[in-house]
């Protein structure tokens, strides 16, 4: 398996709902990105969390990481219609500045 | 709010053509790449761009692919001799430092015929 993998591929739920998303890496991080994706669409940055941290909040969102499991997960609470995309991971090792990214989760939020 | 902006949003090309695709990264970054995303797959790593010179680069990015800042503003992706399977969405990226967000721009749907 890859850097960056997230599961579930696809989540479907209904407005008003939390939904979880996962994402596992393989090496050691400097620090790792959320991502979300309309289809077809740009890449818009939602939050970064350094090696050093834990949780990170932004609005609705809720980021944790553990990188004693090299694992993290993006928490959208209350969802919305709107919050309907794919939600990628990204991660950032050592020297290298290049991100690397996992497949994604497919979000569904069905009104 | 600043923003990296890409252009054109949608390019389609004969294959065997020369493409360029343009980006204006957030004006006070230093760091710039290219990434790609084959329609369905994930987003893959081509090129990264600090001072002026290639820092790093993938094994797709080959002989075919060059990239340029050409002034202060622009940084630009150049495919010499396009193939089918270069259709894809490609995607610039601009960040302040290496642990710092990085920004993308809205993408360039590249499509060879």
């Known amino acids: 398996s890859q850097q960056g993998e997230e599961d579930p591929q696809a989540l479907s739920i209904q407005e008003g709902e939390n939904a979880t998303m996962n994402c596992s890496y393989k090496?050691?991080?400097?620090?790792l990105q959320w991502y979300r994706q309309n289809s077809g669409r740009g890449l818009v940055h939602l939050i970064l969390i350094r090696s050093n941290e834990r949780e990170k909040h932004s609005g609705r969102l809720r980021v944790t990481l553990d990188t004693s499991k090299k694992s993290s997960s993006l928490l959208i609470t209350a969802s919305r219609a709107a919050d309907t995309a794919s939600y990628f991971c990204?991660?950032?090792?050592?020297?290298?500045?290049?991100?690397?990214w996992g497949l994604g989760t497919s979000l569904a939020v069905n009104p | 709010e600043p923003e990296v902006t890409q252009t054109p949003s949608h390019q389609v090309t004969q294959m065997g053509q020369e493409v360029i695709l343009r980006c204006v990264p957030i004006?006070?970054?230093?760091?710039f790449y290219w990434y790609r995303q084959i329609l369905g797959q994930k987003v893959e790593f081509l090129v990264s761009f600090y001072n002026n010179e290639i820092s790093e680069k993938s094994e797709i990015f080959d002989d075919q692919f060059s990239v340029e800042r050409p002034d202060g503003s622009n940084f630009t992706l150049k495919i010499r001799s396009t193939k089918l399977e270069d259709s894809a969405m490609y995607f610039c990226?601009?960040?302040?430092?290496?642990?710092?967000?990085?920004?993308f721009g809205q993408g360039t749907r590249l499509t060879v015929v």
């Open positions: 990204a991660t950032n090792a050592g020297n290298n500045r290049k991100l690397i």
């Open positions: 004006s006070n970054h230093l760091y």
């Open positions: 090496t050691s991080i400097n620090n």
């Open positions: 990226a601009s960040r302040e430092a290496t642990n710092t967000e990085a920004f």
